[in-house]
């Protein structure tokens, strides 16, 4: 079977990324996955068995201390040498801050062309072909690369990753020295986001309570994190309700936050500009509570209330729990 | 300091957006074009470090059809000084890699110090163009930028990554490239709308650039429209609408 590379992710404290369970389950659907990674020190036995049951059978290490100084030149030398070495028939990316630039840069070093932002990749008579979805989900489209190497960025949540049925963990590690060639800055600080609660992960949670302007006050906002927690939800927001400093940006939903694609997406206080809509119309049922009757959210809300959310929701979570009694 | 600002046209975010049936390109009529936000940001930034350093030369680069030159004139009526507007029939239809190779040929023969980006545009999403042009010329990427700081031959900033935030700087020359984050765009005024008019901009054809054709190039397979959604129940609270909300996610098995 043809190789199929994958770029695991690790944060500066040495952990794997989220994104990598789903590359490694997609490279698996498309051939033989390699895992490669860049990192300042030789992995932990933990990393290495998590790889290995993710689905990786080979680990490809780029070992320098500039993997963690320098932004992404090292994943991109480590890459650009295991595709030399490998000969690979895909390169799969996370679509990330990180990822999506160290995979543009690889493929001008190896003349590639890119597929960006897939949310689902196939084997068509020994092509890999990318499905991406569009506009907000208001297209599927299906794209290939013609005369070379396809590097495809993939949606972060958009493959689920199942565990590995076979090799049982068991990894070969290749291990090679990074010797700096590819430029890049230099990272001179690091400043982790706030633990968040233990809500789930925005991009790929079952459930999304979002907020927006209608919840008029960063105070008033504490009311999408009851209804999130009544219902074990993640919390977005629109834009909004982002610029009026309600909420973190990267609780974003839309255009130019993160595309959701729950089971439940419930919109409090939101009124569903297209950009807003962007990112959260591929629910598979969405809920909307706002004031006003004529908010384009409720063009495509499967349940739309139109009233007070200060009232709607408190009612909401207690029925809620009546049921759970 | 020499910045070249890259601008794209876009269909507006605020209209719906289609594909052309026949090709599954971006369909340019379907909506208004405009300057990508973006990119208004982008040219924020540079803005603000010409009002504090009037030396400054702030270029616009921007590969389209024709219609791109209104882009480029209301960048001009900005405060941008020129413009470059690459614009060829055979670049219709192409892939990230050919445009990277394009402006990059472009921005060769600018001399610039700082080339700065949006992270993304709004309609391709890719968000890999600004570092596929820096590959092309040497570069480092200083990219995902919040907040950046020029000058003192370097740039600095902070980037957001997808579990915090990073102090990132690099000695320029050097890719900058700025989410939506970072600064307001400014409206031109009437004086910058008039002596836009006045301002060079140079048209160049794929022969002026000699870009040779990329190895590998992606295409489009298939494209198809998911029908609209379709509003459902909508009720107005009397009173017992959360009551039917919280039985209506209980029948459908959502809670």
Same mark, same amino acid.
């Given at each position: 079977?043809?190789?199929?590379l994958?770029?695991?992710e690790?944060?500066?404290?040495?952990?794997v $990324?989220a994104s990598a369970?789903?590359?490694?389950?997609?490279?698996?659907?498309?051939?033989?996955?390699?895992?490669?990674?860049?990192?300042?020190?030789?992995l932990s036995p933990?990393?290495?068995?998590?790889l290995g049951?993710a689905g990786a059978?080979v680990?490809y290490l780029?070992?320098? $201390?500039?993997?963690?100084?320098?932004?992404?030149?090292p994943s991109v030398?480590a890459?650009?040498?295991?595709v030399?070495?490998?000969?690979?028939?895909?390169?799969l990316?996370?679509n990330? /801050?990180?990822?999506?630039?160290v $995979?543009?840069?690889?493929?001008v070093?190896v003349?590639? $062309?890119m597929?960006?932002d897939?949310v689902?990749v196939?084997l068509?008579g020994g092509? /890999?072909v990318?499905?991406?979805?569009i506009?907000g989900?208001?297209?599927? /489209?299906?794209?290939a690369?013609e005369g070379?190497?396809p590097i495809?960025?993939v949606?972060?949540g958009?493959?689920?990753?199942?565990?590995?049925?076979?090799g049982?963990?068991?990894?070969?590690?290749?291990t090679?020295?990074?010797?700096?060639?590819?430029?890049?800055a230099?990272?001179?600080?690091?400043?982790d986001?706030p633990a968040?609660?233990?809500?789930?992960e925005l991009?790929?949670?079952?459930?999304?309570?979002?907020?927006?302007r209608g919840l008029?006050?960063?105070e008033?906002?504490?009311?999408v994190e009851?209804?999130a927690?009544?219902?074990?939800a993640a919390i977005?927001?629109?834009?909004?309700?982002?610029?009026a400093?309600y909420?973190?940006?990267h609780?974003?939903v839309?255009?130019?936050?993160v595309s959701?694609?729950?089971?439940?997406?419930?919109?409090l206080g939101?009124?569903?500009a297209?950009?807003?809509?962007a990112g959260?119309?591929t629910?598979?049922t969405?809920?909307?509570?706002n004031?006003?009757g004529?908010?384009?959210i409720f063009d495509?809300?499967?349940?739309?209330?139109?009233g007070d959310?200060f009232?709607?929701?408190?009612?909401?979570?207690?029925?809620l729990a009546?049921r759970?009694? | 300091m020499?910045?070249?600002v890259l601008?794209?046209q876009v269909p507006?975010?605020?209209?719906?957006?289609t594909?052309?049936?026949a090709?599954?390109?971006?369909?340019r009529d379907?909506?208004?074009?405009? #300057?990508?936000e973006?990119?208004?940001?982008?040219?924020?930034v540079?803005?603000?470090?010409?009002d504090?350093d009037?030396s400054t030369?702030?270029?616009?680069?921007?590969?389209g059809?024709?219609e791109a030159t209104?882009?480029?004139?209301k960048?001009l009526?900005m405060?941008?000084d020129?413009?470059?507007?690459v614009?060829d029939?055979?670049l219709?239809?192409s892939?990230?890699?050919?445009?990277?190779?394009v402006?990059?040929?472009a921005?060769r023969?600018?001399?610039?110090?700082?080339?700065?980006?949006g992270?993304?545009s709004?309609?391709?999403r !890719?968000?890999?163009?600004?570092?596929?042009v820096?590959?092309h010329?040497?570069l480092?990427?200083v990219?995902?930028?919040?907040a950046v700081?020029? !000058?003192?031959?370097k740039?600095s900033?902070e980037r957001?990554?997808?579990?915090?935030?990073l102090? #990132?700087t690099?000695?320029?020359?050097?890719? #900058?490239?700025?989410?939506?984050?970072?600064?307001?765009?400014?409206?031109?005024?009437?004086?910058?709308?008039?002596?836009?008019?006045?301002?060079?901009?140079a048209t160049?054809s794929l022969a002026?650039?000699?870009v040779a054709?990329?190895?590998a190039?992606a295409?489009?397979?298939?494209h198809s429209e998911?029908?609209?959604?379709?509003?459902g129940?909508?009720?107005?609270?009397?009173?017992?609408a959360?009551?039917?909300?919280?039985?209506?996610?209980?029948e459908?098995?959502l809670?």
């Amino acid at each position: 079977m043809a190789n199929i590379l994958t770029l695991i992710e690790l944060t500066h404290a040495g952990a794997v $990324a989220a994104s990598a369970k789903g590359l490694l389950a997609a490279a698996a659907s498309l051939g033989t996955p390699v895992a490669v990674v860049a990192s300042d020190q030789e992995l932990s036995p933990e990393t290495t068995v998590q790889l290995g049951m993710a689905g990786a059978g080979v680990i490809y290490l780029g070992l320098g $201390a500039q993997a963690v100084s320098v932004l992404t030149g090292p994943s991109v030398e480590a890459l650009e040498a295991a595709v030399a070495a490998y000969e690979p028939s895909a390169v799969l990316v996370a679509n990330s /801050v990180d990822g999506r630039e160290v $995979a543009a840069r690889l493929s001008v070093r190896v003349g590639g $062309a890119m597929l960006n932002d897939a949310v689902s990749v196939r084997l068509d008579g020994g092509r /890999v072909v990318a499905g991406h979805s569009i506009f907000g989900g208001a297209y599927d /489209v299906e794209s290939a690369v013609e005369g070379g190497l396809p590097i495809i960025t993939v949606r972060q949540g958009a493959i689920d990753g199942a565990p590995a049925n076979d090799g049982g963990g068991a990894v070969e590690i290749i291990t090679v020295p990074l010797s700096g060639t590819v430029p890049g800055a230099q990272v001179t600080a690091v400043n982790d986001a706030p633990a968040t609660h233990s809500r789930p992960e925005l991009r790929t949670a079952k459930t999304v309570v979002s907020g927006g302007r209608g919840l008029g006050s960063k105070e008033n906002f504490v009311l999408v994190e009851q209804l999130a927690d009544a219902l074990g939800a993640a919390i977005g927001a629109s834009r909004a309700a982002v610029d009026a400093g309600y909420v973190d940006q990267h609780a974003q939903v839309g255009q130019t936050g993160v595309s959701v694609s729950p089971q439940l997406y419930i919109a409090l206080g939101i009124s569903g500009a297209i950009q807003h809509r962007a990112g959260m119309q591929t629910a598979k049922t969405i809920v909307a509570i706002n004031k006003d009757g004529d908010s384009p959210i409720f063009d495509v809300a499967d349940f739309g209330i139109v009233g007070d959310v200060f009232t709607v929701v408190p009612q909401l979570i207690e029925a809620l729990a009546a049921r759970a009694q | 300091m020499k910045i070249v600002v890259l601008i794209k046209q876009v269909p507006d975010t605020a209209e719906e957006r289609t594909l052309v049936p026949a090709t599954g390109w971006l369909d340019r009529d379907a909506a208004d074009n405009v #300057v990508d936000e973006i990119n208004e940001r982008a040219l924020e930034v540079a803005l603000r470090v010409k009002d504090a350093d009037k030396s400054t030369v702030i270029v616009v680069l921007s590969l389209g059809p024709d219609e791109a030159t209104k882009a480029i004139r209301k960048a001009l009526s900005m405060g941008a000084d020129s413009g470059i507007h690459v614009l060829d029939g055979g670049l219709a239809g192409s892939d990230a890699a050919r445009t990277a190779a394009v402006l990059a040929a472009a921005l060769r023969g600018t001399n610039a110090d700082v080339i700065l980006a949006g992270n993304e545009s709004t309609d391709g999403r !890719g968000g890999v163009v600004p570092a596929m042009v820096a590959e092309h010329l040497g570069l480092p990427l200083v990219g995902g930028l919040n907040a950046v700081e020029l !000058g003192g031959g370097k740039v600095s900033g902070e980037r957001s990554g997808d579990s915090g935030s990073l102090q #990132v700087t690099a000695a320029l020359p050097a890719v #900058v490239t700025v989410t939506e984050r970072t600064a307001e765009a400014r409206f031109p005024n009437f004086k910058g709308i008039l002596t836009a008019k006045r301002k060079p901009v140079a048209t160049l054809s794929l022969a002026d650039l000699g870009v040779a054709a990329t190895p590998a190039h992606a295409v489009v397979l298939s494209h198809s429209e998911r029908p609209a959604r379709e509003a459902g129940r909508k009720i107005a609270d009397d009173g017992t609408a959360a009551t039917q909300l919280a039985g209506y996610l209980i029948e459908n098995r959502l809670v």
